[in-house]
Nanobody
Framework: QVQPVESGGGLVQPGGSLTLSCAAS????????MGWYRQAPEKQRDLVAS???????NYLGSVKGRFTISRDNAKNTVYLQMNSLKPEDTAVYYC????????????WGQGTQVTVSS
């Protein structure tokens, strides 16, 4: 069972930047599809960005051009670089790890709070 662990959240002013990290202890991390989701209070959890084993990426429309997802397979880690942050980016950000052989049961991290406020 993969247990992703997120880090890097915090309080940042509008226009600022943060980088989230997610480490996953699994021997075949390079084969996993990794994703970042976010959930604001009383809202649904949305996919923010994902990256496949081959490096293909996908982004939520509202973060395109501002957020960048990347992965370091040697460190079993996926990153979310967030620039030009807006108050509407405030949410709990969750890391998701999807096995290539069990796409129905992804693993979730505990979440990390990102607050964008002046």
């Amino acid at each position: 069972q993969v247990q992703p662990v997120e880090s890097g959240g915090g309080l940042v002013q509008p226009g600022g930047s943060l980088t989230l990290s997610c480490a996953a202890s699994v021997s075949v991390f390079s084969l996993y599809i990794m994703g970042w989701y976010r959930q604001a209070p009383e809202k649904q959890r949305d996919l923010v960005a994902s990256i496949t084993s081959g490096g293909s990426t996908n982004y939520l429309g509202s973060v395109k051009g501002r957020f960048t997802i990347s992965r370091d397979n040697a460190k079993n880690t996926v990153y979310l670089q967030m620039n030009s942050l807006k108050p509407e980016d405030t949410a709990v950000y969750y890391c998701n790890a999807e096995s290539p052989i069990d796409t129905l049961h992804p693993s979730w991290g505990q979440g990390t709070q990102v607050t964008v406020s002046s």
